[in-house]
């Protein structure tokens, strides 16, 4: 084979095909397409020489094919690239007219390979080209905080200002960006410091930069301190400091901030809607929020729709957030997915999964976005057979390689009470990061396997830094298994070892850890020592534990300042109303109830499901709305005998109301949980297991019945509660009494 039989065959025919083509179009176009059939040519391995006549034949040939770019087309050209093939194609004829000499076309040419996603050819362009223009930097710096990397991003910053290029108000929003992303405060701070040194505080896009970052890193309050103090704000001002509200839990402040905005008649644009809607927890705001986007012209805006989905959700108000999903004339994924986690949040998990269905039938194929927001919504329910359809789908789907997925996917087995599935995803990940060791060191901890989850933080200690969540976890894991030796070393190696300032989530896990194993004292001593001031989630921390070892002095110390911080947590006064009864206190008891009542605070009522044959069961105490109501408390009748008779007595302090005793314990009797493990064991094979979900912590009396009942009936229970995993077997609970 000859290059002149290869030019006759395959070449002459193309160029011929193209004669007179427009010289731009030529350029990108056809020129790909002639070295795609001649590098598609199967070529017989006759003789080396023939293929480098070939290659020869080749270059000369580009000389007509790649026609030289006219600067006044090049931009254009650059632009109308939308892949990085043609891209490539414009970057050669750039070459050839010598082009890239010139700093606009070049950084134009380098910002598209970003664009693109193609970062690693922007880079090489760059570094190759040894500038200072802080143009050509900033190209770069954005590039990689748009294409998620964000360490690369901060790293570039070091550099530019090690080479002494002085960044511009240009520079500065794309590094705050991602200080936000990798929640890193500390470098953070050190980028506001050059702001400030650069003479750009008083920018107001360096502004809403800074607000957003302190409130991605949790610190609100600079956020707010940066919002009062900027000398003009815009929509985007607001917007920033209601998300920054948002994002850290401060509801009611975001939304007064709201409400500020519109009656200084600043109007609200997309962004500040969605940001307000998550600020919303009660029908009343709802409304009022509804009727700002009706005023504002958004009530066609599909993303405010979704957002609204969400938000009467959370109100409660399912069938109003299905009207609004029914009223979305074309929906899209974000759509489908916010109605799917709607059911969920509502404990409808029937509904969310039919949905979700729906959602394929009508030919809507999730992306890994949806499919990671839909996982995590199913990680809530606790039900293994939802957990390995999603699964399998994901898998169906060829998306199981995605590093968000499998990390969520984690999640989801380790919630469902799988250990061993979400070990196993563990295990096959090809690539881990701080998220995949974190969740995953986490289900260990929810099961109380703490030992486990400190060999895990050992082995990723050899591959990876651990961060501020990652010690969560940790903390958290040594907390369930009451290791006090082991979660202080944890805490004290956080700063000194891996740099890592401790947070409110960190001091809150340590006083849980402290007062779980009853040093009262010492956790008392451990917040009053604070370098910050405590939040609701440390007295939360020592209040439960005052509920543990029934502590009524600490307890009302930490109740009085959770009613300033927390006042519509019904939790709060729940645990301290429990403490006054079971101290015998009933005259504090009822000035508790009388103080609910007065603020409109309600007791979350408490319910259980129950997993059985790919179906889910709901009960409430003394529920008689299942169609075997008689015969599940005839079953709970002569479970309550055969367990009285190994020993169970049941403990009355957990029946808050002032009736006789025998009453008492008829009202223990039929609490959710026992009524749920009744039902599954009429329902279930035996000798499965049988798993049962509560939305509030285990009462005490219910969880000492069901160990007596793991023994008598020789079967194994997988109960999850909101705090926490329980495997009760043969008698014995995987707690260890301590929870």
């Known amino acids: 084979m000859t290059s002149d039989w290869i030019l006759k065959i395959h070449i002459r025919p193309i160029q011929a095909q193209y004669k007179g083509a427009q010289p731009q179009r030529f350029t990108v176009e ?175 896009f360096m502004g809403n930069s800074l607000i957003t970052m302190y409130g991605k890193c949790g610190r609100f309050e600079i956020s707010r301190k940066v919002f009062d103090g900027m000398p003009h704000k815009n929509v985007v001002s607001w917007s920033s400091m209601i998300g920054a509200y948002a994002n850290n839990g401060r509801h009611y402040e975001g939304l007064s901030l709201f409400y500020r905005m519109l009656d200084e008649r600043i109007k609200p644009n997309r962004i500040t809607i969605l940001n307000a809607v998550q600020c919303v927890h009660r029908e009343n705001e709802a409304n009022a929020v509804c009727r700002t986007i009706v005023d504002n012209g958004l009530d066609l805006d599909q993303s405010v729709q979704s957002a609204a989905v969400g938000m009467y959700a959370r109100c409660g108000r399912i069938d109003v957030a299905r009207r609004f999903f029914d009223g979305i004339l074309d929906k899209d994924l974000v759509s489908w997915s916010s109605m799917v986690e ?43 057979h939802q957990a390995r359809f999603i699964h399998g789908f994901i898998i169906r789907a060829s998306l199981n390689y995605n590093i968000l997925i499998e990390t969520a996917i984690i999640d989801l087995y380790a919630k469902c009470g799988s250990l061993n599935y979400a070990r196993k995803v563990f295990d096959r990940m090809q690539e881990r990061n701080l998220v995949s060791w974190s969740t995953m060191i986490s289900g260990y901890g929810m099961h109380g396997y703490g030992r486990e989850a400190l060999d895990l933080f050992n082995q990723m ?63 008392q001593e451990f917040i009053e020592s604070m370098p910050i001031k405590p939040d609701s989630g440390v007295w939360g921390a020592l209040l439960g534990a005052c509920r543990i070892h029934l502590n009524v002095e600490l307890a009302e110390l930490a109740a009085k300042s959770l009613f300033e911080l927390d006042s519509e947590n019904p939790g709060r006064y729940v645990l301290l109303y429990n403490i006054y009864i079971s101290s015998g206190k009933r005259e504090e008891a009822n000035q508790i109830r009388t103080l609910m009542k007065r603020r409109g605070v309600r007791k979350t009522t408490g319910h259980t499901v129950v997993e059985l044959k790919n179906k889910v069961y709901k009960f409430v105490a003394g529920d008689k709305s299942n169609p075997q109501t008689d015969v599940i408390y005839a079953e709970l009748e002569r479970l309550m005998e055969r367990i009285r008779q190994e020993g169970y007595v049941p403990d009355t302090n957990f029946v808050l109301h002032d009736v006789e005793e025998e009453t008492k314990e008829k009202m223990l009797s039929v609490h959710s949980e026992k009524l749920a493990i009744a039902f599954g064991l009429l329902n279930s094979t035996p000798g499965s297991m049988i798993r049962i979900k509560k939305n509030l912590r285990v009462c005490g009396d219910c969880h000492t019945a069901t160990k007596f009942i793991s023994k008598v009936t020789e079967r194994e229970f997988l109960v999850r509660d909101a705090h926490r995993f329980h495997h009760f077997k043969s008698g014995v609970c995987s707690c260890g009494d301590y929870w």
């Open 30 to 204: 056809t020129s790909l397409l002639f070295f795609r059939k001649l590098l598609m040519h199967r070529l017989t391995r006759r003789s080396r020489r023939s293929i480098c006549a070939l290659h020869r034949f080749a270059a000369e040939q580009t000389q007509i094919f790649f026609r030289p770019i006219e600067p006044d087309t090049c931009i254009p050209l650059i632009r109308q690239c939308g892949s990085l093939g043609a891209l490539k194609s414009v970057h050669a004829s750039m070459l050839r007219s010598h082009l890239h000499l010139n700093l606009f076309f070049f950084t134009n040419l380098v910002s598209q390979y970003a664009s693109l996603g193609s970062m690693s050819h922007a880079y090489a362009l760059f570094s190759a080209s040894q500038t200072s223009d802080v143009f050509l930097w900033n190209v770069m710096i954005r590039g990689f905080t748009e294409n998620g990397l964000y360490d690369r991003s901060i790293l570039l910053y070091r550099q530019m200002l090690e080479t002494g290029v002085a960044p511009d108000n240009f520079t500065f929003p794309f590094v705050l960006k991602a200080c936000g992303h990798l929640r890193d405060v500390q470098f953070g701070e050190e980028v506001h410091r050059d702001v400030m040194e650069f003479g750009y505080e008083s920018d107001i």
């Open 342 to 384: 709607a059911y969920v949040q509502a404990n409808l998990p029937a509904e969310a999964l039919e949905l979700f269905r729906q959602m394929i039938l009508w030919k809507n194929r999730p992306d890994f976005v949806t499919l990671l927001s839909v996982v995590r919504a199913f990680a809530n329910l606790s039900s293994l």
């Open 461 to 523: 200690k050899d591959s990876a830094k651990p961060d501020h969540i990652t010690f969560v976890s940790v903390l958290s894991a040594c907390s369930h298994a009451g290791l006090i030796a082991e979660g202080w070393r944890c805490f004290n190696s956080m700063a000194k070892d891996f740099g890592v300032t401790p947070r409110s989530e960190h001091y809150a896990c340590m006083v849980d850890l402290l007062g779980r194993a009853g040093q009262l004292s010492e956790a």
